[in-house]
């Protein structure tokens, strides 16, 4: 076992560095199911069997698997179709390929388990899921207050990855408890234009202070400010942190068909991300005047969430499953808490608002077992967390439906590849309010999500 798990171990550091590339997510920052089985269901994944990926959702569900090792290898592939309208002079913003880190986004996965009689164990490195957008530097967004053209990016890049530790325990012939504890990594590009008219109202409603404000506020005529933390780069994010989250979970056998299962993942607690960052001011008459220096997001947290399922077999060949959850993004997310302290001296403390609200979920799968493969399908509904009047073109985070179908085929007793697609219905949100836009924009994000793995039993 300690070679396996030295193998696993750096096969997860690979994941670590190649992840970078990014996920966009679809429940706002978090994937719509971790792993082929689970995503092909509609993202239910709490009351059955989805293999190594369970650890991501419910760990009880690790001692559903068979006895023995395996060993998990996948990968998710994630198309996204964004485009933000301007509503008062109908341009369009596409979110293209503009630099060299933007989709169609990656993020492999590997994971290692281990049952032996009531015990379970696991480790694995998941994308838990981010968001990406590259709206170029021409585009209106890139326009100050005035009409001005900048010429500055509006993009963004937020990857969340975590790599859970888990255990399941058998307690008798109805009910399996489980747990983990996740370290945590996070890593965000973000270049941002804000309009004078969007810096104004945030100092109006006492969202900025520091000793930057009066010098902003003393230019001859002042259009914008934008920020810039990135890394313009394969791999690299312009602020990055650890931290570590956790959840727990049981599943309960009412039945010889019929399992139910819950779990509740803990808030996450993350370090603020730090790196580097540009402020620069953007003046009519002056210029644009870069500022380099320290930049922190802090307490940038992903939320807690509460998720009961049931699963039934119908027959040796037909099961059903169904999920329901609870995502507490209201606690996590209220503001984005920004502090820049520039290299030559000066601070700026910004608070931009975002006041998501309580997400619940509903998904729903089935699963048609014939010879070697099995055949799946599901839905996945959501209920809208991001209100519209604090929507930001860099992050949309609106889909709420989705749709999957996907497969497994087992080309022998120890060896099996499983693939899911899923598809997020377009989603439109308009916003025509400071602070967080100045123009009034309509944001559409649709997706096509493919995952591929491959399972060795041994």
């Given at each position: 076992m300690k070679s396996n798990l030295k193998a696993f171990c750096m096969v997860a550091a690979a994941c670590l560095g190649s992840t970078s590339q990014i996920v966009h997510a679809t429940d706002v920052f978090r994937l719509e199911g971790y792993g082929p089985i689970s995503r092909a269901m509609g993202g239910a994944a709490t009351a059955f069997d989805v293999g190594a990926a369970g650890m991501m959702s419910n760990p009880a569900t690790l001692s559903l698997m068979a006895p023995g090792s395996e060993l998990h290898l996948g990968l998710d592939v994630i198309s996204t179709d964004i485009n933000a309208k301007n509503q008062a002079t109908g341009e369009n913003a596409v979110s293209d390929n503009h630099s060299n880190n933007r989709g169609p986004y990656l993020a492999p996965e590997a994971a290692y388990t281990h049952r032996n009689g009531a015990l379970a164990i696991g480790v694995g490195a998941f994308a838990q899921g981010g968001l990406g957008t590259e709206y170029g530097k021409s585009s209106f967004l890139s326009r100050a207050t005035g009409g001005l053209n900048t010429g500055l990016e509006n993009s963004s890049r937020l990857l969340i990855l975590n790599i859970p530790f888990a255990a399941s325990y058998q307690v008798n012939d109805k009910l399996t408890v489980g747990g983990s504890i996740d370290a945590m990594w996070q890593g965000l590009n973000l270049n941002l234009l804000l309009g004078a008219d969007q810096v104004g109202s945030l100092i109006g409603s006492g969202r900025v202070n520091g000793s930057l404000v009066p010098v902003l506020g003393g230019l001859p005529d002042l259009r914008g400010a934008h920020f810039s933390l990135t890394k313009n780069q394969f791999l690299g994010s312009g602020v990055e942190t650890w931290g570590f989250g956790g959840r727990i979970?049981?599943?309960?056998?009412?039945?010889?068909?019929?399992?139910?299962?819950?779990?509740?993942?803990?808030?996450?607690?993350?370090?603020?991300?730090?790196?580097?960052?540009?402020?620069?001011?953007?003046?009519?008459?002056?210029?644009?005047?870069?500022?380099?220096?320290?930049?922190?997001?802090?307490?940038?947290?992903?939320?807690?969430?509460?998720?009961?399922?049931?699963?039934?077999?119908?027959?040796?060949?037909?099961?059903?499953?169904?999920?329901?959850?609870?995502?507490?993004?209201?606690?996590?997310?209220?503001?984005?808490?920004?502090?820049?302290?520039?290299?030559?001296?000066?601070?700026?403390?910004?608070?931009?608002p975002q006041n998501y609200k309580n997400q619940t979920i509903l998904s729903v799968g089935v699963a048609y077992q014939t010879g070697d493969w099995t055949l799946r399908g599901g839905a996945r509904i959501a209920t809208q967390s991001v209100s519209s009047d604090t929507l930001f073109a860099v992050i949309p985070a609106t889909p709420t439906k989705h749709i999957s179908a996907g497969f497994s085929y087992a080309f022998s007793k120890e060896n099996r590849v499983d693939f899911a697609y899923s598809h997020a219905f377009k989603e439109s949100m308009g916003n025509t309010s400071l602070p967080n836009t100045s123009a009034p924009i309509q944001v559409s994000n649709s997706e096509n999500n493919m995952t591929v793995a491959y399972t060795h039993s041994f």
């Open positions: 979970g049981m599943t309960y056998k009412m039945s010889n068909d019929t399992i139910l299962g819950a779990d509740y993942a803990m808030e996450s607690q993350m370090n603020d991300m730090e790196g580097r960052a540009i402020l620069t001011a953007i003046d009519g008459i002056a210029g644009q005047i870069p500022l380099d220096g320290k930049i922190k997001l802090r307490n940038f947290q992903m939320p807690a969430k509460l998720d009961l399922g049931l699963s039934h077999r119908v027959n040796d060949q037909w099961m059903v499953a169904v999920d329901v959850s609870q995502v507490f993004w209201k606690h996590a997310m209220k503001d984005i808490n920004v502090g820049f302290v520039s290299d030559g001296g000066g601070n700026l403390d910004i608070l931009l």
